[in-house]
């Protein structure tokens, strides 16, 4: 079973700049992929960026060039360095890892960003 814990969010002005963590635990040798989803209010739950365990990452058209997903295995954790935030990068963000073999989803509680001035 794999359990996962975001922190880092925060309030932060227009064009100012976030890291979120992801610590893993518990059964970490079956995840093959990791990656960092959001929800707005009233809106579904999209990806935001992916990396896998070899280290091929996968980035939303709307964060390209401003965010950057890294994992650092030997502390099994995963990072979002998020720069130049907008008001509508506002959400939840969601720290998700995908089993290898069963493709079983596990998530994080989330953590709040919100960018306003």
């Known amino acids: 079973q794999v359990q996962l814990v975001e922190s880092g969010g925060g309030l932060v002005q227009p064009g100012g700049s976030l890291r979120l963590s992801c610590v893993a635990s518990g059964g970490i040798s079956s995840i093959f992929r990791m990656g960092w989803y959001r929800q707005a209010p009233g809106k579904q739950r999209e990806l935001v960026a992916t990396i896998t365990n070899i280290g091929s990452t996968n980035y939303a058209d709307s964060v390209k060039g401003r965010f950057t997903i890294s994992r650092d295995n030997a502390k099994n954790t995963m990072y979002l360095q998020m720069n130049s935030l907008k008001p509508e990068d506002t959400a939840v963000y969601y720290c998700?890892?995908?089993?290898?073999?069963?493709?079983?989803?596990?998530w994080g509680q989330g953590t709040q960003v919100t960018v306003s001035s």
């Open positions: 998700n890892a995908v089993a290898s073999l069963t493709l079983h989803n596990y």
